[in-house]
C-alpha cells in the first residue's frame, strides 16, 4: 500500500470540512446515543459522499440511501447491468443434469459457486453495487476502499482530538490507542465512552 | 487523455512504436511474467505506478474527484472486446470496428510494435494499444477464435485485472490466489472498515454533548489555514484563513487544539508522519463536483464567505 496521495489528503480535507460542518449543524442536544451515534454516521456517509463528487457510482447511492427524501434519480439501472434472469440457476442446473447423467461437481464449479456467492455479498456491500456487473463492481469497490479508507483515518483524527480537547468536564475516557485495522472490530464494543452518560 | 489528436492507423507500426515505447516501455518489458497478454499495461506496471494510476492521485488535477478516470476508462477500454462507448476521435474502419473479427487477414492487419501476424498467429497478446477506441485482441495460439470467446476472453481479462489491483489494495491479499479468497479477503477488509466507522461515530456521538462545537471551527481553522507541522502560532492566521465568521476562542485553545490535534495523530502507529504537515499548500481544497451536494451550497467558494446564512438541516 503506497503512502496516502495528494488528493487523497485534498479527499480527507474535503470530508473534514463536509463532516464538522453537518455536524455542527445538528442539534444533538435532545437525541440519545443512538440516535446521536446515527446522526453522525449519515453526516460521515454524506460528507464522503459529497466529498467524493461524481467519479464513481457509489456515492450517489450512498446519498440515495442516507436521505429520506431521494433528490436524486433513484434507482436507476445501467444498460450494462440490466439483466433479467429468465430462469434460475436451479433450473438451468438441474436441466443440465437431467442432460448430462454425472452430477459430480468439479472444482472449476465450486469456484465459480463460492466466487458468485462473494460477488452477491459483495454487492450488497457496496452502496449501489447491486446495479452493476463484475468488472464495474471491482472497480467500484477499489474506489469505494480507498475512501472508506481515508473516512476512517479522519475520524479516528477527529474522534482523538476531541477526547484530548481541553475541559472543564471530568472526561473518565481512556483514549485508546490507535489499534491496527483487525482488533479495531472487537473493540467496538467496549465503547468506555458511554460511561460518560 | 493522452492522444489529443487521433492516432494514425497505419498497418506499419513504425510511428506506432515511438508512440507507445515510452508509454510501455516498462510494461512490456515485463511482458513475460503477465499472464494476460493484452495487459501489459496495467499488469506489468509496477505495483506502485498501477495504484496511482487508479488511485486518485497520480493526476495533478487537484480535484478530488477520481481523475486517473479517464485514464481507467481509456485502459479499460482497450481491454474489453467491446469497443468504443468511449469518446475517440478516430472513426474505427469498419473491419475491426467493435469486436474484432477473427479472421487472419485482418489479423494480420493491426501489427503491435512492429510485429505481424501475417505468418501465423503464434505469439501472445502483447499488443498493447494506443488508440482508444477500440481493441485489437489477438487470438492466442490454439485458443478459440471466434467473437463468442474473444468477448468472453476479453472480459475474463479484464475482470482478471481488476482483481490484481484489488490485491494490491487490500492489505494480506498478495498471497492469497485464487479468485474467490481474493473476494473474501476484500469482503473482510470492506467489513472491518464499514465497522471501524460505526465504533468512530459511536466514539463521537458519546464525546459530543459535553463539548462545544464551536470549538470545533478551530480544528477547522487549522485545517484551513497554514498548516506548518505543528508550528502553534497560527492563532493570528485564523483572520486571513477561510472561516472568518466562526468563533474563535483564541489564540491559546487554538493552540492546544491544534496540538492534541497533531499529537493524537502522531501516535498513530500507521501514520508515521502526518501527511497533512506535509502539505505546503495554503489554498482550501478543490471541492469539484460537489456543486450538487446535499448542503445546498457550494463548498468550494465557501472560503469567500462565512458559512452564517447557511442552515444545514441533517437529513433524517
Known amino acids: 500500500m503506497g503512502a496516502p496521495s495528494s488528493s487523497t489528503k485534498a479527499f480527507k480535507q474535503g470530508f473534514l470540512r463536509s463532516f464538522l460542518l453537518s455536524l455542527r449543524s445538528c442539534r444533538n442536544g435532545a437525541m440519545g446515543l443512538q440516535e446521536r451515534k446515527r446522526a453522525v454516521r449519515s453526516s460521515a456517509d454524506i460528507a464522503m459522499a459529497t466529498t467524493r463528487g461524481s467519479g464513481a457510482m457509489w456515492p450517489q447511492a450512498l446519498l440515495a440511501a442516507a436521505s429520506s427524501s431521494s433528490s436524486l434519480p433513484w434507482p436507476r439501472r445501467l444498460p450494462a447491468a440490466a439483466t433479467v434472469k429468465t430462469t434460475t440457476r436451479r433450473k438451468n442446473m438441474a436441466r443440465r443434469r437431467c442432460l448430462q ?39 467500484e469497490a477499489m474506489d469505494y476502499v480507498v475512501h472508506l479508507r481515508a473516512q476512517v483515518a479522519v475520524l479516528r483524527r477527529v474522534s482523538n482530538a476531541m477526547q484530548h480537547r481541553p475541559s472543564s468536564h471530568h472526561m473518565t475516557v481512556a483514549v485508546a490507542p490507535p489499534v491496527p485495522l483487525k482488533t479495531e472490530t472487537t473493540g467496538k464494543a467496549q465503547a468506555s465512552d458511554g460511561n460518560q452518560e | 487523455m493522452r492522444h489529443p489528436s487521433p492516432p494514425p492507423e497505419l498497418p506499419a507500426a513504425g510511428g506506432e512504436i515511438q508512440a507507445m515505447a515510452p508509454a510501455s516501455a516498462a510494461g512490456s518489458s515485463s511482458t513475460g511474467g503477465s499472464t494476460g497478454g493484452s495487459f501489459t499495461a496495467l499488469l506489468g506496471l509496477p505495483t506502485s505506478q498501477a495504484i496511482e494510476l487508479l488511485l486518485p492521485g497520480a493526476a495533478p488535477a487537484p480535484a478530488p474527484a477520481f481523475p486517473s478516470d479517464p485514464h481507467l476508462v481509456d485502459r479499460a477500454a482497450r481491454f474489453s472486446a467491446f469497443a468504443s462507448p468511449s469518446p475517440s476521435p478516430t472513426p474505427p474502419p469498419p473491419a475491426s470496428a467493435g469486436k474484432r473479427k477473427a479472421d487472419p487477414a485482418s489479423k ?44 468472453e476472453r476479453a472480459r475474463r481479462e479484464k475482470i482478471n485485472a481488476r482483481m490484481e489491483l484489488l490485491k494490491e489494495l487490500v492489505p494480506g491479499c ?18 472491518s472498515l464499514q465497522r471501524q466507522v460505526e465504533y468512530l461515530s459511536m466514539r463521537l456521538a458519546a464525546v459530543n454533548p459535553r463539548v462545544d462545537f464551536g470549538g470545533l471551527d478551530n480544528l477547522l481553522g487549522t485545517e484551513c489555514g497554514r498548516i506548518t507541522g505543528l508550528n502553534c502560532k497560527s492563532g493570528m492566521d485564523l483572520e486571513q484563513v477561510s472561516w472568518p465568521d466562526m468563533g474563535v476562542h483564541g489564540a491559546r485553545n487554538l493552540a492546544q487544539l491544534q496540538q492534541q490535534f497533531w499529537h493524537g495523530d502522531l501516535a498513530h502507529p500507521q501514520q508515521a508522519a502526518s501527511p497533512w504537515e506535509k502539505r505546503g499548500d495554503v489554498q482550501p481544497p478543490v471541492f469539484s463536483n460537489t456543486s450538487s451536494s446535499l448542503f445546498g451550497y457550494d463548498l468550494a467558494s465557501s472560503a469567500s464567505r462565512g458559512p452564517r446564512p447557511l442552515s444545514l438541516s441533517l437529513p433524517r
Do not use: C, F, W
Open chain 2, 108 to 151: 494480420g492487419k493491426v501489427a503491435k510494435k512492429g510485429k505481424t501476424t501475417a505468418a501465423g498467429g503464434e505469439e501472445k497478446d502483447s499488443g498493447e494499444d494506443e488508440k482508444p477506441a477500440y481493441v485489437h485482441v489477438r487470438a492466442r495460439r490454439g485458443q478459440a477464435t471466434d467473437s463468442h470467446s474473444l468477448a
Open chain 1, 101 to 139: 447423467r454425472r452430477t459430480t461437481t468439479s472444482s472449476g464449479e465450486i469456484a465459480r459457486r463460492l466466487v458468485r456467492k462473494r460477488t452477491k455479498v459483495l454487492r450488497g456491500m457496496v452502496p449501489g453495487g447491486e446495479l452493476l456487473d463484475g468488472a464495474s463492481l471491482l472497480r
Open chain 2, 174 to 191: 498478495s498471497k492469497v490466489s485464487g479468485t474467490a479468497l481474493v473476494l473474501e479477503e476484500i469482503i473482510n477488509h470492506v467489513q
